[in-house]
C-alpha cells in the first residue's frame, strides 16, 4: 500500500546502487530523473512483453549519442539496470523495485509514494492470511497496491493457487507492480485507476509458469473484476487505514477472477 509523507532516509537493508547509479548517469546527460524512470519501467515492461518496436520507439529520444562507446550508451545503461534489478530481486527475494523508486525519487517532487517496509509487509501478510480462504484458486486483492509488495508477501503465505488482483491511481506505481508480479512468476492483474471511482486506465495480466513469469497489457475495460468484490477490498482498506495499517483483502468467493482477461 502507498502512502504519501515527507521525504525521509533510503530504505535499508537492500543496496540498490548497482541499479540507480546507471540511472543517474543517463540523468546526468541532460534527462528529466521522473521521465527517464518512468521510460526506464516502460522499457522493462516491453522487454519482458517481447515487444520491440514499442522498446525502440521509447528508446528513440535517448539515441543521440553515436560519439559514445558501446557499454556506455543510454540503452546499454538502461539494460544493465536492469540487469542488475533483476539479480538483486532474485538474491533477495524481496521487492528491490519499490526500494529502488524510493531511493531515487528521494531528490524529486515527482515521485510522491512510500511504500510499507519489507518487515511489516512481511508480518501484515502472515497476519492477514488464514485458512478460511475456501477452495483454490485464491484471490486476493489490494485497491491501492503501491509496489506490489503486500501482494507478493501474502501469495507466498498460501499453499494454493493465488490470483493476486492490485490497483494504483499512480501510473508508477502499478508499472511497478506488474513489473513484480511478473518478477515473482504470480498470476494476477495489476490496473492503474481510482479504485474508488472504479476507473481503469491501464491494466496487465501477469501469469505464473515453470519458465518464470509472463505479462501482457490488456485492454483495461475488458479487466471485469465483479463489484462486489472490488467494493469489498475497498471497505476493508478504508477500515484498515482508519487504524493505519494497510491490509490485503481476501475475496475468494466473491470474484469470479475466469473474468478478469
Not at 18 to 47: Q, V
Not at 82 to 110: I, W
Request: net charge negative.
Amino acid at each position: 500500500m502507498a502512502t504519501d509523507t515527507s521525504k525521509s532516509a533510503a530504505p535499508a537493508g537492500i543496496d540498490c546502487s548497482p541499479i540507480i547509479e546507471p540511472l543517474e548517469t543517463i540523468e546526468r546527460r541532460g534527462f528529466s530523473r521522473h521521465n527517464l524512470f518512468r521510460d526506464w519501467l516502460e522499457l522493462i515492461l516491453y522487454a519482458l512483453q517481447r515487444d520491440d518496436d514499442a522498446y525502440l520507439a521509447t528508446l528513440e529520444k535517448y539515441k543521440s549519442e553515436k560519439s559514445r562507446e558501446e557499454g556506455n550508451r543510454n540503452a546499454d545503461l538502461f539494460s544493465e539496470s536492469f540487469g542488475h534489478l533483476m539479480r538483486l530481486t532474485q538474491e533477495s527475494n524481496l521487492d528491490v523495485l519499490g526500494d529502488v523508486y524510493e531511493e531515487f525519487g528521494m531528490n524529486s517532487n515527482h515521485f510522491g509514494q512510500y511504500f510499507t517496509p519489507h518487515p511489516t509487509a512481511k508480518m501484515l501478510a502472515r497476519f492477514d492470511v488464514d485458512d478460511s480462504h475456501g477452495n483454490p484458486p485464491v484471490s486476493i486483492a489490494d485497491p491501492a497496491c503501491g509496489s506490489g509488495r503486500l501482494l507478493v508477501y501474502a501469495a507466498r503465505e498460501i499453499d494454493e493457487e493465488v490470483w493476486a488482483f492490485g490497483q494504483d491511481l499512480d501510473e508508477m506505481c502499478a508499472m511497478i507492480s506488474a513489473i513484480n508480479f511478473t518478477l515473482f512468476n504470480l498470476n494476477g492483474i495489476i490496473i492503474q485507476g481510482d479504485s474508488l471511482k472504479l476507473t481503469k486506465h491501464r491494466a496487465w495480466q501477469t501469469t505464473n509458469s515453470g519458465l518464470g513469469g509472463s505479462i501482457r497489457e490488456i485492454d483495461p475495460e475488458q479487466c471485469s473484476v465483479h463489484e462486489d468484490a472490488l467494493r469489498a477490498a475497498r471497505e476493508d482498506a478504508q477500515e484498515i487505514e482508519a487504524n493505519e495499517e494497510p491490509t490485503v483483502a481476501d475475496l475468494t468467493g466473491q470474484a469470479d477472477i475466469s473474468s478478469w482477461t
